[in-house]
């Protein structure tokens, strides 16, 4: 796409354009690109018909790239959920192929590939309650217990063009590529509007 071939460049040329992270490399400014917009209409009409049921809203876009780091793993790279209110859904579509090499997005499901949910504890805008686990990050314990149970990893792989749609507080995280490898892709925080 020429989104893609746009980050290609400014990936290779120019650093100035995005922040290098320790896992990412996020573009500072994705609303320069006309792209962005005309994706979020593509999609409009179907999400809010068939998932919202109402007119939304996006409150934050990002553009990163996944890079290979050895670094240990922090942030959305451990096992977590956003614990955002509801019913705030999240549109990931992916602009290069993504393969297990790749750092695809992943997640925990049960036995009928359902995501796990973790309750929110933002209960209105200005109130929040207790979170289920403290920075919504699962502990590696229940995680582990939860396979023993018949849990698996669920991974979402694809060619460049691949959009899903999940809700952010199944329990899920980002993965690190292999050397050599990356993955770049395109979000949007939705929300429904009145």
């Not at 876009?61 to 956003?82: A, M, V």
């Not at 614990?83 to 859904?89: L, S």
């Not at 980002?174 to 993955?183: D, K, M, Q, S, W």
Request: proline share 6%.
């Amino acid at each position: 796409t020429s989104l893609s071939k746009k980050l290609y460049d400014i990936y290779k040329k120019h650093p100035d354009q995005y922040d290098l992270l320790t896992f990412c490399k996020e573009i500072k400014d994705p609303l320069k690109f006309n792209e962005t917009k005309e994706i979020f209409n593509l999609f409009y009409e179907s999400i809010s018909q068939e998932i919202m049921g109402s007119h939304f809203t996006t409150n934050s876009i990002q553009i990163y790239r996944n890079h290979f780091t050895q670094s240990e793993k922090e942030s959305s790279w451990l096992w977590h959920y956003d614990d955002n209110p509801e019913p705030q859904i999240k549109l990931f579509i992916y602009l290069s192929e993504v393969d297990s090499q790749s750092a695809p997005f992943t997640y925990v499901v049960d036995q009928q590939n359902n995501g796990r949910k973790i309750k929110s504890s933002r209960i209105s805008p200005t109130k929040r309650g207790s979170q289920v686990y403290p920075a919504s990050r699962i502990p590696q314990g229940i995680i582990d217990g939860m396979m023993i149970k018949s849990y698996k990893e669920r991974q979402i792989t694809g060619k460049a063009g691949t959009a899903f749609v999940f809700d952010p507080n199944i329990i899920h995280r980002a993965t690190v590529p292999n050397e050599g490898f990356f993955r770049d892709v395109l979000v949007y925080h939705l929300h429904p509007c009145i």
